[in-house]
């Protein structure tokens, strides 16, 4: 592969990995039906995605800050969701 | 933060956001209730993961395929579950 079709592979990766959190966060916000999701799984997977966003500051990684700072705050409404449903 | 903290930095988050899937996985397979879960959400954040695998083959980056290989096999038994149990 040439390297803007990496380049492009990779952004398309990381903006799947990034909105895909947005159809989550609506569909329990609507249905305030969270049960099926872990809370453990999903505290972990936030704080994995800070860890990821410290590093991405601290290498000044424009595209790990920006996707990371999306998913971090689609994750604090799931994790608050699921706190308050259960 | 010296360069041996940063890279750790960036190991806790790739292993957070890696595992914290089997507790999500085991959750579902145990209750086989998968409800809150959104199936475009997941199907979204699955196929990211595959251009995130392809990604870091093509850049030859062991980290980031080793960590998607993972992720990508807890997130079929995620979807296999979702689309058995709805």
Same sequence: chains 1, 2.
């Avoid at 305030?32 to 453990?40: F, V």
């Avoid at 424009?62 to 409404?77: E, F, K």
Wanted: proline content about 2%; hydrophobic content about 55%; some cysteine.
């Amino acid at each position: 592969m040439n390297s803007s079709l990496i380049d492009a592979v990779g952004m398309t990766g990381a903006v799947l990995t990034t909105v895909c959190w947005l159809p989550q966060a609506i569909k329990i916000i609507r249905s305030r039906e969270t049960r099926a999701i872990s809370l453990t799984g999903t505290l972990a997977f936030t704080v994995g995605i800070v860890f990821w966003l410290v590093y991405g500051l601290a290498i000044t990684d424009m595209p790990l800050i920006s996707s990371n700072i999306v998913t971090l705050a689609l994750m604090l409404v799931i994790v608050g969701m699921k706190l308050r449903h259960g």
